[in-house]
């Protein structure tokens, strides 16, 4: 009784897991469309608006200055990189979960390989430049990777006792 409570709180983290990646997903998407259509100048003015109240309370806070700093360091080739990242890394995101959400068999691979190769960019990442952010996003993809290996050999046993 004990494997098979085990069995379905794993399958609902795994569940609830894949729905912040698509979530995450959808928001990539609209950050690409934003920085498709804003200019470099209109995302920062939209950035000091954001932070402005956060700034006047505390004029050293790290995050809303390093987003400050971010957004007067873009240019039009910056935003058309970013956009066209966001949306690709969105859609392929948004796809792959919806799609194994479904139980689609295929999926499960194609999830595993996206993510893993994301997860050896932002270690990568993390050695030119650490941040607490990242690493915390490379722990969560790599949970999702392992959830998804246990799901997908889950699914396959299944599938192998309907069809000997």
């Known amino acids: 009784m004990q494997e098979s409570r085990r069995q379905w709180l794993l399958d609902r983290i795994f569940w609830v897991a894949l729905i912040v990646k698509g979530l995450d997903g959808v928001l990539e998407l609209i950050g690409g469309v934003l920085f498709l259509v804003l200019t470099p100048a209109q995302i920062s003015l939209i950035v000091q608006v954001l932070t402005q109240h956060e700034l006047s309370e505390d004029p050293d806070d790290l995050i ?7 957004a007067a360091s873009l240019d039009v080739s910056a935003t058309l990189f970013g956009a066209i990242y966001l949306l690709l890394h969105g859609a392929v995101k948004v796809v792959l979960v919806v799609a194994v959400l479904r139980d689609r068999l295929w999926a499960y691979p194609w999830l595993i390989g996206f993510l893993v190769v994301f997860i050896g960019y932002q270690v990568y990442d993390m050695i030119v430049h650490f941040t607490w952010g990242m690493l915390a996003l490379t722990v969560f993809d790599a949970f999702i990777v392992v959830l998804t290996v246990r799901e997908y050999r ?11």
Do not use: D, S
């Open 64 to 70: 809303a200055n390093a987003l400050v700093r971010f």
């Open 154 to 164: 889950l699914h396959r046993a299944r599938l192998r006792k309907r069809c000997p």
